[in-house]
């Protein structure tokens, strides 16, 4: 398997648990992104991470959201305290450094009850 | 401030036909544009993409025109294919620079039905 793959595929949970989705980005892929779509949206961007380098959190819609890449291949996303609002998917893609097309991964469906 | 705009939110049209998917954008600082088709329960895919110094590329079926005068771009696929029936995305990345990311700002997505 070359692509990204994102685990759990759907996830239900209820408001004000905290939940976490994976991203193992295709091997040999330094930058990594997580976007979300909301129900009729196009994607938004969330994060960038890049290397060694200080990530790009700019597209965080809250302090509720937080991500980390850890030794520079997967990357987790952690939403604590979901809010119905949250519901969504989950969109991780990677591309090499040179490289302008992103790969995406099918993505994690989130329902917040 | 969409930065990025799908003015259709779906296209019909029948197979053999051509469709011509719009995408409008506002910042001039975008260098580069790329397409992306999704199916459902599936992450977009790829499809084609434009550098800002040119105005029109073209692989196999697919052909993207960039207008940059007007903000423009489209997508055309001739002939069109039921297989085809998708969400198409429209994306932009910014200049590159110092700090630039490469992340991608996408538009809202146009649902393309094919008839057969």
């Known amino acids: 398997g070359a692509g990204v793959s994102q685990s759990p595929s759907n996830k239900v949970t209820e408001k004000g648990k905290d939940v976490e989705l994976r991203c193992d980005p295709i091997s040999g892929h330094t930058a990594l992104y997580w976007y979300r779509q909301s129900l009729g949206q196009g994607l938004e961007f969330l994060i960038y991470f890049q290397g060694n380098s200080a990530p790009d959190k700019s597209g965080l819609p809250s302090d509720r959201f937080s991500a980390e890449r850890t030794g520079g291949s997967v990357s987790t996303l952690t939403i604590q305290r979901t809010q119905q609002e949250d519901s969504a998917v989950y969109l991780c893609?990677?591309?090499?450094?040179?490289?302008?097309?992103?790969?995406f991964g099918p993505g994690t469906r989130l329902l917040v009850l | 401030d969409q930065q990025v705009k799908q003015n259709s939110p779906s296209l019909s049209v029948q197979e053999g036909r051509i469709s011509i998917l719009n995408c409008d954008y506002t910042n001039s600082m975008f260098d580069y544009f790329l397409w992306y088709k999704k199916y459902p329960a599936e992450g977009p895919t790829f499809l084609i993409s434009i550098s800002s110094i040119k105005d029109k590329n073209e692989d196999g079926r697919f052909t993207v025109f960039l207008n940059k005068s007007a903000k423009h771009l489209s997508l055309h696929i001739v002939p069109s294919q039921p297989g085809d029936s998708a969400v198409y995305f429209c994306a932009a990345r910014l200049l590159h620079g110092s700090g630039n990311t490469g992340k991608l700002i996408f538009g809202q997505g146009t649902t393309l039905q094919v008839k057969p």
């Open positions: 893609a990677s591309k090499r450094t040179v490289q302008e097309t992103q790969y």
